[in-house]
Nanobody, 118 residues
Framework: QVQLVESGGGLVQAGGSLRLSCAVSVSFASINRMGWYRQVPGKGREWVASITSGGSTDYADSVKGRFAISRDNAGNTVYLQMNSLKPEDTAVYYC????????????WGQGTQVTVSS
């Protein structure tokens, strides 16, 4: 069982920055891919960024060039650095972990609210 705990959300003005953290209960060696998703009320969960076990990163077009995903292997923590924030980035942000297998195991954190004021 993988437990994920997000932190770092809050209220920030447009153009500002926030760094989200996701503490992972197991070693990254056990996880194939970590990611960040976000969701606003009334809409589905949207993929934001991901990082593979090999360190490859990928981003949604809407955040490319502004957000950066990284990980601290020693601390079992994944980060999402968010710069040049826009009001449309307002959402609950969720950390995600995927372990590949015949049936992939997917785990989610409880979410952290990010609010960007104009």
């Amino acid at each position: 069982q993988v437990q994920l705990v997000e932190s770092g959300g809050g209220l920030v003005q447009a153009g500002g920055s926030l760094r989200l953290s996701c503490a992972v209960s197991v070693s990254f060696a056990s996880i194939n891919r970590m990611g960040w998703y976000r969701q606003v009320p009334g809409k589905g969960r949207e993929w934001v960024a991901s990082i593979t076990s090999g360190g490859s990163t990928d981003y949604a077009d809407s955040v490319k060039g502004r957000f950066a995903i990284s990980r601290d292997n020693a601390g079992n923590t994944v980060y999402l650095q968010m710069n040049s924030l826009k009001p449309e980035d307002t959402a609950v942000y969720y950390c995600n972990a995927v372990i590949y297998g015949y049936v992939p195991d997917t785990y989610w954190g409880q979410g952290t609210q990010v609010t960007v004021s104009s």
